[in-house]
């Protein structure tokens, strides 16, 4: 496998956002499940839409037994075999099936809601590694240019020491801001290496991967207007769907609790063939055809503890999915305003940087000609450092507010 080498960290391979993306929902295991969900809750309503065909059932049976009835002329006593085919259907059940059915689609429906909100939270996560790799690598490439100034700023202290222009302190100045800068150089490899291999586990590698850089990192426009994205996450988000869905399957199951006070009516009906024989339990061949009923008048108080139960819960979930609205409203809403303050600090922090690398640019000439201190170069050295690792940081806070909003309402912005 090829590798790179940024600084001391080994990367396996350099990965785009859309193949962590991919890659990330192929391993992770709470988007199998939530998949698996999915196929779980179309068995369900399979089952609960069988319900309204009649079952089919076949038997067969043999018996030898030295317990014998009136034996009848030509009728064979060495045993007996039979088959048959019954069938059986409820006619009546109060709107149990109806309840049931209505109950295990609305159940779909929400299985289906956070199947989407499970793979845009991988997403997310995956986005969030992507970014923090990136993020690493500039946070690098920071403290690489502030070691290279301060070598250059020593180089330039030393000269004029030497040239008696300067003193000895200008000197012992730059060497502390090159020891400055060379801790933040170690910490940028353990913050690049820590996010490499979290960027790997994610991805299902063994080894730590890295990002590779898209074309822009700038503020794009979205999609859809601030009043359509919070409109958006009130109505279609999965969390919203899915509790909304939630609440009809508990109102679903508790009408159906409640069916356990009507008697279900059930037709039956089958044939058996069987040969004729003289032993005592021995089927008889032909046919059968009966309508029954069941009705438990009392059973312990179990109908009532179902009824209670399934009440509570159809409460619960009621209660969740106003909850559930109120909060995409809310985080849709914070979420747009984090990503307009990112866009502003995106553009103000790149004023700051070019200002301040024009103004280290500045203040080293002067610095060179004597008429600055080394103080006046160092403060500007240290202004430019600041001014990048500002723009480093509202680069990737704004990607992961958009990643974060996108997962929200469960779409691409």
């Known amino acids: 496998m090829a590798a790179d080498t940024l600084g001391t960290i080994r990367i396996d391979s350099l990965l785009d956002l859309e193949s962590v993306v991919a ?12 998949g698996q969900g999915v196929r779980a809750a179309l068995s369900e309503v399979r089952v609960a839409r069988g319900s309204y065909l009649p079952t089919l059932t076949a038997t067969s049976s043999a018996l030898r037994s030295d317990v014998l009835g009136a034996v009848a002329p030509g009728v064979s006593t060495a045993g007996s075999y039979a088959a048959g085919l019954s069938s059986s259907l409820e006619v009546f059940t109060g709107g149990r099936r109806a309840a049931d059915r209505q109950r295990s689609e609305a159940d779909l429906t929400a299985a289906q809601a956070l199947d989407i909100s499970q793979r845009y939270q991988v997403t997310l996560l995956a986005e969030r590694a992507f970014y923090e790799a990136l993020r690493g690598t500039d946070l690098l490439a920071v403290a690489q240019a502030r070691v290279s100034r301060a070598e250059q700023s020593v180089r330039y202290a030393q000269d004029r020491v030497r040239a008696g222009t300067a003193t000895r302190s200008d000197e012992l100045r730059a060497r502390l801001e090159l020891t400055a800068g060379r801790q933040q150089l170690v910490a940028a490899h353990d913050t690049l290496q820590t996010a ?6 994610l991805v299902g590698a063994d080894g730590p991967m890295g990002a590779r ?26 969390t919203v769907q899915a509790a909304q869905a939630n609440a009809r399957a508990s109102e679903a199951a508790t009408r159906s609790a409640k069916t356990q006070y009507v008697p279900d009516v059930r037709l039956t009906g089958g044939y058996a063939w069987a040969n004729q024989s003289a032993l005592i339990g021995a089927a008889r061949p032909g046919w059968q055809l009966a309508v029954g009923t ?10 009532e503890d179902a009824v209670t139960r399934s009440e509570a819960q159809w409460e619960v979930a009621r209660v969740a999915s106003s909850d559930a609205t109120r909060l995409a409203r809310a985080e849709s809403a914070r979420l747009l305003s984090g990503l307009r ?11 700051a940087t070019v200002a301040a690398r024009e103004d280290l640019r500045v203040e080293t000439e002067r ?16 202004a430019v450092t600041q001014a990048e690792l500002a723009l480093v940081a509202a680069r990737y806070n704004y990607q992961v507010t958009r990643a974060t909003l996108e997962a929200l309402v469960g779409r691409s912005l």
């Open 23 to 34: 890659r990330a929902l192929a391993a992770s295991p709470a988007a199998t499940q939530s």
């Open 196 to 201: 490499a291999f979290a960027l790997g586990r």
């Open 213 to 238: 850089r898209p074309a822009s990192l700038d503020a794009r426009a979205l999609a859809l207007s601030d009043g359509e994205i919070v409109r958006l996450a009130i109505e279609a988000s999965p």
């Open 294 to 303: 069941s009705f438990p008048i009392f059973n312990g108080y179990q109908r």
């Open 341 to 351: 303050l990112a866009e502003q600090s995106i553009a103000l922090a790149s004023e």
């Open 367 to 382: 610095y060179r000609a004597g008429i600055a201190t080394s103080l006046d170069q160092l403060t500007s050295a240290l």
